[in-house]
């Protein structure tokens, strides 16, 4: 069982990335799938994440409007469309797959991580 982010690169404002997240040894739309992000020298924070139950999806505040999570079940892949990126989205990100048939951005509610990939948004 495992994830494994990728897509991450250094991009200047404005731009955009799309990270996937491609599971192994299991199917992810029996799971939620969450992204986090954490920044140098600052705690790990939910990003996104998409519901097991009804693949409803939800965003932090601070990427409303400008980041897109989907899930392709036929590739077994949970993408991260960010737009619009700014240097504060710099960040190490994660997805992490739940069980939980709740919508939640707590860390502590994900069994199994990614590695991470780092995003670095500057000129």
């Known amino acids: 069982v495992q994830l494994q982010a990728s897509g991450g690169g250094l991009v200047q404002p404005g731009g955009s990335l799309r990270l996937s997240c491609a599971a192994s040894g299991f199917t992810l739309d029996y799971y939620g799938i969450g992204w986090f992000r954490q920044a140098p020298g600052k705690e790990r924070e939910g990003v996104s994440c998409?519901?097991?139950?009804?693949?409803?999806?939800y965003y932090a505040d601070s990427v409303k409007g400008r980041f897109t999570i989907s899930r392709d079940n036929a590739k077994n892949t949970v993408y991260l469309q960010m737009n619009s990126l700014k240097p504060e989205d710099t960040a190490v990100y994660y997805c992490a797959a739940t069980t939980l048939s709740i919508a939640t951005m707590a860390g502590e509610d994900y069994g199994t991580w990614g590695q991470g990939t780092l995003v670095t948004v500057s000129s």
């Open positions: 998409i519901r097991r139950s009804d693949g409803s999806t």
